[in-house]
């Protein structure tokens, strides 16, 4: 599948993919292409195995993991949102949103995730996340933290970019929530 997208935002969709950033990946082409969820998710699923990418470490580990923040919609917040800004012309302050903040792909990865905020992933009473429990250094070096590339300015960058939403949304009172998907091989759910 190809998409008529400008280099820099080629290499903008890339950079997510590459940061572990999936689900930004796909928000950005639909974003920069105007296409719909299926076929930005299809464009991504190619793109992942054109840069040797996987969404899971291997044939055996479906498993992905994310943190969800629920809170109050305010106009002020709409820079640390999921979405483009224009998503959220209509929404009126004070509404109850849900937006994505950290994406794990992989069972080393959601784990890692889970540990960065000191909790077990298959413990699903601990999935409403303590925010004062993030440990910033384990999201750095488990989830953005390359040693295979040589320039980390991209991964430095994504990574402050989260921290600065998760920032903004805790501060706002938003709730966090730890989810976490996995599928078996056989398993059809």
């Known amino acids: 599948m190809t998409l008529n997208l400008q280099d820099e935002h080629r290499i903008a969709i890339e950079l997510a993919l590459r940061a572990s950033q999936r689900i930004e990946a796909v928000v950005l ?17 190619e793109l992942e195995r054109k840069l040797g990418l ?33 998503m959220y012309e209509n929404t009126q302050n004070g509404a109850v949103i849900v937006t994505g903040l950290f994406e794990a792909n992989g069972r080393r990865e959601v784990e890692a995730l889970a540990r960065s905020f000191q909790i077990d992933p298959w413990d699903f009473n601990q999935h409403k996340l303590v925010p004062g429990n993030l440990c910033e250094d384990v999201i750095w070096d488990e989830l953005y933290d390359n040693p295979t590339v040589a320039d980390l300015t991209p991964y430095w960058e994504a990574y402050n970019k989260e921290m600065q939403r998760f920032t903004a949304l805790r501060d706002a009172n938003f709730d966090f929530y730890f989810w976490m998907e996995y599928k078996g091989l056989g398993d059809e759910h």
């Open 54 to 86: 996987s969404p899971a470490q291997d044939n055996d580990d479906h498993t992905w993991g994310y943190v969800f923040a629920i809170g109050r919609f305010r106009s002020d917040l709409i820079e640390y949102l999921w979405y483009p800004a224009n």
């Open 29 to 45: 082409v639909r974003r920069y292409s105007g296409v719909g969820l299926r076929e930005a998710v299809n464009y991504i699923n």
